[in-house]
Nanobody, 125 residues
Framework: QVQLVDSGGGLVQAGGSLRLSCAAS????????IAWFRQAPGKEREFVSA?????????SPDSLKGRFTISRDNANNTVVYLQIDSLKPEDTAVYYC?????????????????WGQGTQVTVYS
């Protein structure tokens, strides 16, 4: 089974950018769909974006398109990124990467079998 380590979070001023990383160990991402979720205090876990590795097709909710970009490292099929631009205070949350052994995206958390430990993103104004 794959193990995930997410990183790259931090404290950033509104308007700034961050790039989060999700690294796999034990297996590569070649047969997985990888997603990013986030969870703010007192709120449910929210789907941010997903990528089907074998096709490179990505998915994001309309409300987050434009500022959140998921991508893969084509030279290293064990790393996925989430680029977040024009950060807002409401983006403050713990961001998690997740993986499911499937060639289809899903935007609900229970569809994913493997999770990273989370990385904190805090945006101040």
């Amino acid at each position: 089974q794959v193990q995930l380590v997410d990183s790259g979070g931090g404290l950033v001023q509104a308007g700034g950018s961050l790039r989060l990383s999700c690294a796999a160990s034990r297996r590569t991402f070649s047969t997985y769909t990888i997603a990013w979720f986030r969870q703010a205090p007192g709120k449910e876990r929210e789907f941010v974006s997903a990528l089907v590795w074998v096709t490179g097709v990505t998915y994001s909710p309309d409300s987050l398109k434009g500022r959140f970009t998921i991508s893969r490292d084509n030279a290293n099929n064990t790393v996925v990124y989430l680029q977040i631009d024009s950060l807002k205070p409401e983006d403050t949350a713990v961001y998690y990467c997740a993986a499911r052994p499937a060639y289809r995206s899903a935007d609900w958390a229970v569809a994913y079998d493997y999770w990273g430990q989370g990385t904190q993103v805090t945006v101040y104004s």
